[in-house]
């Protein structure tokens, strides 16, 4: 089992910065690779980056790439996404997922996931 706690967002203008952090408990951090997601008002949730369990290696959606970065940091059992250029479309709800699979940007292939952490970007 795994917890997952996000922390890290809210109301921030245009061009502007936020970094999420998510806090991991439990058995095998390590074992898992993290992922963000993202949920708007009346859309699905949405893929946003992942870090893989063993390599370290990212993958993001298009539209966030150049502007954002997924990091990890297991000493602290902690992964970390850091939005830069935030524009009005980043808003949502921010989940913080971990998976054991290997199809990473499927969120039905993520066991556990975290409450969420509502990011809002105003024009």
């Known amino acids: 089992q795994v917890q997952l706690v996000e922390s890290g967002g809210g109301l921030v203008q245009a061009g502007g910065s936020l970094r999420l952090s998510c806090v991991a408990s439990?058995?095998?951090?390590?074992?898992?690779?993290m992922g963000w997601f993202r949920q708007a008002p009346g859309k699905e949730r949405e893929f946003v980056a992942v870090?893989?369990?063993?390599?370290?290696?990212?993958y993001y959606t298009d539209s966030v790439k150049g502007r954002f970065t997924i990091s990890r940091d297991n000493g602290k059992d902690t992964v970390y996404l850091q939005m830069n250029s935030l524009k009005p479309e980043d808003t949502g709800v921010y989940y913080c997922?971990?998976?054991?699979?290997?199809?990473?940007?499927?969120?039905?292939?993520?066991?556990?996931w975290g409450q969420g952490t509502q990011v809002t970007v105003s024009s």
């Open positions: 997922a971990a998976t054991l699979s290997r199809r990473l940007t499927s969120a039905s292939e993520y066991n556990y």
């Open positions: 439990g058995r095998s951090f390590n074992s898992y690779s």
């Open positions: 870090v893989h369990w063993s390599s370290g290696g990212t």
